[in-house]
């Protein structure tokens, strides 16, 4: 685990080129959950339809209604945080790789939507920052612990579990399958035969005695909630965290 996290917390000035979330060191919360109701619109009656195919979605009922909530997702193929776009009842705030804003074509989506960018050498202490404002405006926000693609959990980061112990948001694990060689067309051999599976687990929260976790403390904090997330995967998905023996959940409790 990254056990220098807090340290590039502490010490990471922060000077990136950011998009326009905070007006005025604020977030606007009214202002982009108009904008992306219109943009959700348009992906659900132009977009999604024409590029992928959900078959079956588990567990919508634990998506809390209101409130903030941190997504935590395994991240096996492009289309991922765009299925959850989809599927998930509420408008939610993606944390990203800031190398997708110069992606062609679809880079223009996360800058109109409002995805935190993220630089991932190290702790990005000012994407930490926006996320924590999104949260504290009551909105959900979508992380990958590992920070890009894998075909298997790897070991995660610790910025989920700085960001759900110090703002005590729910935190809900959702496990994806199928979603590799999407987007495809309508009606392909990749449509017919392998639509996309999603599950989403109960949500839990980081007992109240770790709302300011060190370093070790934040280690066990993203173990326990990784292990929480393998065991809602198949087994050849789980990666760093095949061996459920290991988990544990003293630091976490269901919701």
Not at 27 to 46: G, I, N, V
Not at 154 to 163: S, V
Not at 170 to 177: C, F, G, L, R, S
Request: hydrophobic share 40%; proline share 7%; charged share 25%.
């Amino acid at each position: 685990m990254n056990s220098k996290f807090l340290d590039l917390m502490s010490n990471n000035s922060g000077n990136r080129t950011d998009n326009d979330l905070l007006k005025n060191g604020e977030y606007t919360h009214a202002y982009w959950e108009t904008r992306r109701r219109f943009l959700r619109f348009l992906l659900k009656t132009l977009g999604f339809p024409l590029m992928v195919r959900v078959d079956r979605i588990e567990g919508i009922e634990n998506i809390p209604q209101e409130g903030p909530g941190l997504l935590l997702m395994n991240h096996i193929g492009f289309v991922d945080p765009i299925v959850l776009l989809h599927v998930v009842p509420r408008n939610i705030v993606a944390l990203a790789k800031v190398e997708v804003y110069d992606y062609p074509v679809v880079g223009i989506f996360p800058r109109i939507w409002g995805v935190i960018p993220v630089r991932r050498e190290g702790g990005d202490r000012r994407a930490i920052q926006i996320a924590l404002e999104v949260l504290r405006k009551g909105e959900i926000v979508l992380v990958a612990p590992e920070g890009t693609r894998n075909p298997q959990l790897q070991l995660a980061k610790e910025g989920f579990t700085y960001l759900a112990s110090r703002s005590g948001a729910p935190v809900i694990p959702v496990a994806i399958e199928g979603s590799p060689g999407y987007p495809t067309f309508r009606y392909s051999r990749k449509w017919r035969e392998s639509p996309i599976e999603v599950k989403f687990g109960k949500p839990f929260v980081f007992r109240a005695e770790y709302r300011r976790a060190g370093r070790e403390e934040l280690t066990k904090l993203t173990n326990e909630a990784m292990y929480y997330l393998a065991a809602m995967l198949p087994e050849e998905r789980r990666g760093y965290y095949s061996d459920l023996s290991k988990a544990t959940q003293d630091t976490i409790e269901i919701i």
